[in-house]
Each structure stands twice: as C-alpha cells, then as structure tokens.
C-alpha cells in the first residue's frame, strides 16, 4: 500500500521553542493531508485539512497561530507547532490519501512531543 | 456531520476466547466503515474496512466486522484472541463525499489476559 512517512519519530523541546513535523506521501501524490492531534487515552481529534497551494483548513478550536501548517508540494506538508508549552505536549499524527474508487486514509507513524 | 461512538472504553479478555468491540454511528449521508488498530507507542493501522458489498469484511489475522445498515453498526468481532492482539481498537466513518476526512470513534482497549 501507499506509504506516508512522518518525521520525526519523537521529539522533546523546551517551552517556548518552536517544533517542525514533516509529513511525506512517499510512492504518492497528495493533494490534501490530515492532521490529527492524540491526547493520551483519548481517541484522534482532527485538528486541520492541509490542501497544497492553498490555506489550511481549521476545525473549531484549533488554533492556527499556534498550530501553522504548510503544503507546499503535492508530497510534503509541514505542521508547526509555535511557542510550544507543556499543555502541547501530544502524539501528532497525519494522513494522506490515494483518490480512487477503493480508497483509504494512509496514516503516518506519529509524532510525541513532548514539551518541557 | 458524523460521530462515532465505542462503548466500551476497556475490554478485558482471556487468552483464546471470542471478543466483540462494539461500534456505532450516525450520519447524515452514506459513509464508508474502518478498523484502525494501534499497537503501544505505535502510529494507527488499517485493520478492515466496509466499502459496499457484501456486508461482512475480515482482516487477514482472524477479525472480522460487520456492517449493520439498519443499527448503524459495525462490531468488531475475533472468535480467539491472542496476547499479541492486545492494543487500542478505533472504529472511524468517512462520509463518501468526502472520503479522505476520516472521523474517529474515541477508541476501546483490548487487553488480553494470558
């Protein structure tokens, strides 16, 4: 199937600090991409739709200043997390999928934040 | 709109015995049904998934799920779980109009007891 390679694995940072989490649709192309926000033993929230070339979509509550995200190229969107605090602290996942008539979301490996 | 609902939030189970994790939704339109398992500190996995068809579906290591228009339903079944099974358990919709927006259930745990 479809791979989607996120980057990186885990991450610790200092508050205050900004964090970069790439997302990859390797064999490919996507022209939107999901990201999601895990909060421990809770179920996945999705927090925006990233369309190439064009603004991030945002659901209710999520803040874009905060969470900035970027599609730049049919393969790679980027979400950044800005002036990162422990409350950030996540597991971050994004998705991608392949258009067609068997179509599925493919979900990236994750990302935890963690933020001290 | 879509939501997802898993009632139990933590299933317990002895090793070989049948578990079913039960799953339900409610939408507006047509939407199409998942199984995502994730594995501790792992990211998510397609497990099954109803498109159209016949309304039964299975995965290639013993589980299967049925689609149940009428009780907007799709029950997550195994006749004989395994230790390795043991992890969190999401049942999602994706409206068919829009299919890449998947929508999560908020997750059942299965833990298997040796």
């Known amino acids: 199937g479809a791979v989607v390679s996120q980057h990186p694995s885990r991450v610790i940072c200092k508050s205050g600090t900004s964090v970069k989490i790439e997302c990859r649709s390797l064999?490919?192309?996507?022209?939107?991409m999901f990201w999601y926000r895990q909060f421990p033993k809770k179920s996945l929230m999705l927090m925006a739709t990233?369309?190439?070339?064009?603004?991030?979509?945002?659901e209710q509550g999520v803040e874009k200043d905060k969470f900035l995200i970027n599609h730049a190229s049919l393969t790679l969107s980027t979400l950044t997390v800005t002036s990162a605090h422990p409350e950030d602290s996540s597991f971050y996942i994004c998705?991608?999928?392949?258009?067609?008539?068997?179509?599925?979301?493919?979900f990236g490996q994750g990302t935890r934040l963690t933020v001290v | 709109a879509q939501s997802v609902t898993q009632l139990d939030s933590q299933v317990p189970v002895f090793e070989e015995a049948p578990v079913e994790l039960r799953c339900n939704y409610s939408?507006?339109?047509?939407?199409?049904l998942f199984w995502y398992v994730q594995y501790p500190n792992q990211g998510l996995q397609l497990l099954l998934k109803?498109?159209?068809?016949?309304?039964l579906v299975e995965s290639i290591n013993g589980f299967e799920a049925e689609f149940n228009k009428s009780q907007t339903s799709f029950h997550l079944r195994k006749p004989s779980v395994h230790i390795s099974d043991t992890a969190e358990y999401f049942c999602a919709v994706s409206p068919k109009t829009s299919y890449d927006k998947v929508i999560f259930g908020p997750g059942t745990s299965l833990s298997v007891i040796p």
């Open positions: 990233s369309n190439e070339g064009s603004k991030a979509t945002y």
């Open positions: 064999d490919f192309q996507a022209t939107t």
């Open positions: 939408s507006s339109v047509s939407v199409y």
């Open positions: 998705s991608a999928n392949v258009k067609g008539p068997n179509t599925e979301a493919f």
């Open positions: 109803y498109l159209s068809g016949s309304t």
